[in-house]
């Protein structure tokens, strides 16, 4: 049942219960003038909390209205019960019922990004099969994955090569000037803890089976689009840089044996075309997309590199719905 806490005005924060667990949920920005004005979610990656995500929270506050949460295990929010394992269908069903338990009303602009693209496209399943597929007004994905993207990672080359190394720190991300020193210990802090990585492990036990369970929807293959003409914005950002610095400091930690680093450099070799072209199939889920790309050192992680690339993406979106 709606808690008697109206999340439609003023900003809140909190654990809130889904009947299984609670989940922490955070809302901020301008008091919607309207029903039809959307609120933004935001739904981050893969082992990803959105201590991530709080320059994008400050720099998307003044003006939308922006909802974001912990997924089971990260964060504050409980870990997830058993028998619940967070594949993205139940990923995307947590968050429906945290959506419902909240009376956040839509409509929603969903803004997503690298295994967030799977988990969000779930999210519009579930909309799609009640019949409320009109309550999304769009979507921007950021170097976002799709129902292919398992073709290309986890790859247990990567695994071997990169054993050992502090991924965040060997790509920068942990030093963004977007993040005050205060923001950067607390999401360091959080990639450590035995909780989250425990989460992430999780997550990721289950990427592969939840990217296969996507591609059985067929979203991408449909003669209408999914969305019809709602806008959706596909923003590209360059996983492959991310993956030739940590190569690098792998090879220099003498990490992997020469067989896996060799297979590792020949999957480079087609990452970043295929990358791009999964991506742009994404755009098919609507017939009023458009694809663009952050300039190459942005990485993977664009809401920690060029949050403002996002920003514009967000807003083509916003003036674009209808």
């Known amino acids: 049942m709606p808690i008697e806490n109206c999340w439609e005005t003023g900003e809140h924060d909190g654990l809130i219960s889904i009947g299984t667990h609670r989940l922490f949920a955070s809302i901020f920005g301008p008091d919607r003038t309207s029903p039809t004005v959307p609120v933004v979610i935001i739904l981050p990656g893969a082992a990803a909390s959105i201590k991530e995500w709080v320059a994008m929270r400050r720099m998307l506050q003044p003006s939308t209205r922006v909802f974001l949460y912990e997924r089971s295990g990260l964060g504050s929010s409980d870990e997830s ?30 803004v997503c990004h690298s295994y967030g693209g799977v988990t969000s496209r779930e999210f519009l399943h579930r909309k799609q099969e009640s019949g409320t597929l009109h309550e999304i007004a769009g979507m921007v994905f950021v170097d976002a994955n799709q129902e292919r993207n398992s073709e290309l990672w986890p790859d247990s080359n990567f695994d071997a090569v990169s054993s050992g190394i502090d991924t965040m720190e060997v790509t920068g991300l942990n030093h963004s000037v977007f993040l005050s020193d205060a923001e950067r210990s607390e999401m360091i802090a959080e990639n450590a803890s035995a909780k989250h990585r425990r989460a992430a492990a999780a ?22 689009p999914l969305l019809g003409s709602r806008p959706v914005s596909v923003l590209k950002g360059n996983a492959a840089y991310d993956l030739r610095k940590i190569y690098a400091a792998g090879v220099a930690a003498g990490s992997g044996s020469p067989e896996e680093r060799m297979a590792y450099q020949q999957k480079l070799d087609t990452y970043d075309e295929k990358d791009e072209s999964f991506q742009r199939q994404t755009t098919k889920l609507s017939s009023n997309s458009r694809f663009s790309s952050t300039p190459r050192e942005s990485g993977h992680c664009v809401h920690l590199t060029q949050p403002d690339a996002i920003i514009r993406e967000i807003q083509w979106v916003l003036d674009h719905t209808h």
Do not use: F, N, W
Request: net charge negative.
């Open 203 to 224: 997550e990721m036990a289950h990427y592969r089976e939840s990217c296969a369970v996507l591609g059985r929807k067929k979203q991408l293959e449909a003669e209408v």
């Open 81 to 110: 019960p058993p028998g619940e394992p967070p594949t993205a269908e139940t990923i995307a069903r947590e968050l429906d019922l945290l959506l419902q338990t909240l009376a956040i009303k839509p409509p929603y602009v969903l």
